[in-house]
């Protein structure tokens, strides 16, 4: 059984940094895209950063630069380093993988959340002005 469990999650002063960690058990972190989504008040679950095959990965354009998804395939987790946080991005952070293997990110993320089977229980983040 799959499973992915968050951690991470805090409250942060706007401009301040939060690293996120999902670890995964029953699955096997190699072949497959992971990503982060989040969840804000009357907006739909979103992708953040995606990560694929090789390494690859990809952003919303609201985190380029701010955000860097990895992964420790020793360790089974998937991180996202979060720096220069702003209030927007306040929300509940979700770990998520696919079932395809063998994905760019940018695949993984052009599917969307659809595209991803397997979810963690979320995490929240709040970043105060």
């Known amino acids: 059984q799959v499973q992915l469990q968050e951690s991470g999650g805090d409250s942060v002063q706007s401009g301040g940094s939060l690293r996120l960690s999902c670890a995964a058990s029953?699955?096997?972190?190699?072949?497959?895209?992971l990503g982060w989504f989040r969840e804000t008040p009357g907006k739909e679950r979103e992708g953040v950063a995606i990560?694929?095959?090789?390494?690859?990965?990809s952003y919303a354009d609201s985190v380029k630069g701010r955000f860097t998804i990895s992964q420790d395939d020793a360790n089974n987790t998937l991180y996202l380093q979060m720096n220069s946080l702003k209030p927007e991005d306040t929300g509940i952070y979700y770990c998520?993988?696919?079932?395809?293997?063998?994905?760019?990110?940018?695949?993984?993320?052009?599917?969307?959340?659809?595209?991803?089977?397997?979810w963690g229980q979320g995490t929240q983040v709040t970043v105060s002005s």
């Open positions: 990560i694929g095959t090789s390494r690859t990965t």
């Open positions: 998520a993988a696919t079932t395809v293997q063998y994905a760019a990110s940018w695949y993984c993320f052009v599917s969307g959340r659809q595209g991803f089977s397997y």
């Open positions: 029953g699955y096997y972190f190699d072949r497959n895209c």
